[in-house]
């Protein structure tokens, strides 16, 4: 049973990137899934979160406009697609699940090892 994000790497400042997050071992349907990002000698942030329900997704504000979240269910996967980066995007990416939506990591299980996005000026 895992979270695992991948489609991380090194793009250019106002470049695009889409991450994904597959899960094996269970049906993601039910679960909200949470995108969260750490960057190095900082705290972990919530990027966005999208609802196992009606789908409805929420965004840092940091990101809102840039970043879109969403889902398929029949490929057990969630994705990311990071539009208009910029340096301050560079972090490490994460994706988690939950029984609730929510933007702090606390409710989140099932933590995979992360995805490295770097945006260079």
């Known amino acids: 049973v895992q979270l695992q994000a991948s489609g991380g790497g090194l793009v250019q400042y106002g470049g695009s990137l889409r991450l994904s997050c597959a899960a094996s071992?269970?049906?993601?349907?039910?679960?909200?899934v949470g995108w969260f990002r750490q960057a190095p000698g900082k705290e972990r942030e919530g990027v966005s979160c999208?609802?196992?329900?009606?789908?409805?997704?929420n965004y840092a504000a940091s990101v809102k406009g840039r970043f879109t979240t969403s889902r398929d269910n029949a490929k057990n996967t969630v994705y990311l697609q990071m539009n208009s980066l910029k340096p301050e995007d560079t972090a490490t990416y994460y994706c988690?699940?939950?029984?609730?939506?929510?933007?702090?990591?606390?409710?989140?299980?099932?933590w995979g090892p992360g995805t490295l996005v770097t945006v260079s000026s």
């Open positions: 999208i609802s196992g329900s009606d789908h409805s997704t």
């Open positions: 071992g269970f049906a993601l349907d039910y679960y909200a």
């Open positions: 988690a699940r939950s029984t609730t939506p929510a933007d702090k990591p606390g409710p989140y299980f099932n």
